[in-house]
C-alpha cells in the first residue's frame, strides 16, 4: 500500500514540475517580469489536492 502512495506521490511531484514550467513559459509569453511565484505554485498544490482527496 505504501509502495502504491510513493508511485502516486512521485507522479504528482512530476506533474506540479510539469505545470510549474508550462506557468513559467506562460508568463514568460505574456511578458511576466516577476519570477514564478512560489505563493501561486503552493496555491496551485493546495487546489489540485484538494481536488484529489
Known amino acids: 500500500m505504501q ?3 510513493q ?4 507522479a504528482m511531484q512530476r506533474l506540479y514540475q ?4 508550462a506557468m513559467q513559459r506562460l508568463y ?3 511578458g511576466f517580469s516577476r ?3 512560489e505563493k501561486l505554485d503552493t ?3 493546495k ?7
Open 7 to 10: 508511485r502516486i506521490g512521485f
Open 35 to 37: 519570477p514564478y511565484s
Open 43 to 45: 496555491r496551485l498544490l
Open 47 to 53: 487546489e489540485v489536492g484538494y481536488l484529489l482527496s
Open 28 to 30: 514568460q509569453r505574456i
Open 3 to 5: 509502495r502504491l502512495y
Open 18 to 21: 510539469r505545470i510549474g514550467f
